[in-house]
């Protein structure tokens, strides 16, 4: 069994046809899925897909990438957190390559998302990029190993990756870890801790391989884990086995 760690098939893409994605999951033994809030203004979206289907869990917050949207306010974030069905805060972090400086807001938006994340003991979704020195900073400012949390669709090196394991912090890896150029994903892969690793597809987004350049689902995380398997010589059971016992350590609020 496999689960998708991190997913958005309450987009519109993926939502319209429900029935063949939910049966594309179950057919390759993908379980469960996190479907992951990046704006407010579409919650009310998200938690319909969620509520509708039990395989589907739901995170809350704000991505780092949405600078034209209301900024959220703490009320906001913990009400919603506790909701039976959400088990994660995020996704937040910050993002250096979309959005230019000033980025003080971005910076104070992840903060929010930390303080919430520990006052509800829920753990945070990580986004980062071209920004992994300021986002470990403000992980350790924000004491993130009280809750603990993931680094989502993780691209950076095994430098900044052991960084983040220090922190407590889980490794998720998508499908670009597929990617014949991906080599410091592929040392990631090798050396993440098995017991510290997590596996996603970031749907729609980011096809593997032998789909790269479709759209993606949440069956599709079968072949990250074969990719995974494949790269440390291990049964690709054994990655899905792990990857699943993995989810529910972290998200808590899941567990059976």
């Known amino acids: 069994m496999?689960?998708?760690?991190?997913?958005?098939?309450?987009?519109?893409?993926?939502?319209?046809?429900?029935?063949?994605?939910?049966?594309?999951?179950?057919?390759?033994?993908?379980?469960?899925?996190?479907?992951?809030?990046?704006c407010l203004e579409d919650w009310p979206r998200l938690m319909?897909?969620?509520?509708?289907?039990?395989?589907?869990?739901?995170?809350?917050?704000?991505?780092?990438?949405?600078?034209?949207?209301?900024?959220?306010?703490?009320?906001?974030?913990?009400?919603?957190?506790?909701?039976?069905?959400?088990?994660?805060i995020g996704e937040t972090g910050l993002?250096?390559?979309?959005?230019?400086?000033?980025?003080?807001?971005?910076r104070e938006r992840f903060a929010l998302h930390l303080a919430v994340s520990k006052d509800t003991g829920l753990p945070v979704i990580v986004h980062t990029r071209q920004a992994i020195a300021d986002t470990l900073a403000i992980l350790r400012e924000g004491e993130v190993e009280q809750s603990g949390g993931v680094m989502h669709c993780f691209s950076e090196d095994w430098t900044a990756a052991k960084k983040a394991l220090d922190l407590g912090l889980y490794i998720s890896l998508s499908?670009?870890?597929?990617?014949?150029?991906?080599?410091?994903?592929?040392?990631?892969?090798?050396?993440?801790?098995?017991d510290r690793l997590l596996i996603e597809t970031d749907s729609p987004y980011l096809a593997p391989v032998p789909h790269r350049g479709k759209m993606n689902h949440p069956a599709l995380v079968v072949h990250v884990a074969e990719c995974i398997a494949q790269l440390r010589g291990v049964p690709a059971a054994q990655i899905a086995d792990q990857t699943t016992h993995n989810f529910y350590q972290l998200f808590t609020k899941a567990q059976p």
């Not at 991906?182 to 801790?193: C, D, G, I, R, S």
Request: proline share 6%; glycine share 2%; charged share 20%.
């Open 2 to 38: 496999y689960i998708d760690s991190h997913c958005h098939v309450d987009f519109p893409d993926l939502a319209q046809d429900m029935a063949s994605l939910r049966q594309a999951m179950q057919h390759n033994q993908v379980t469960r899925a996190l479907v992951v809030s990046v």
């Open 48 to 88: 319909q897909v969620v509520e509708a289907y039990p395989e589907f869990y739901a995170s809350v917050g704000v991505h780092p990438g949405y600078d034209q949207v209301p900024e959220p306010t703490y009320a906001e974030l913990f009400e919603r957190a506790q909701h039976e069905k959400v088990i994660a």
């Open 95 to 106: 993002d250096y390559y979309r959005l230019q400086e000033p980025l003080d807001w971005q």
């Open 175 to 194: 499908g670009i870890v597929t990617f014949k150029s991906a080599k410091q994903v592929h040392e990631v892969a090798q050396k993440v801790p098995l």
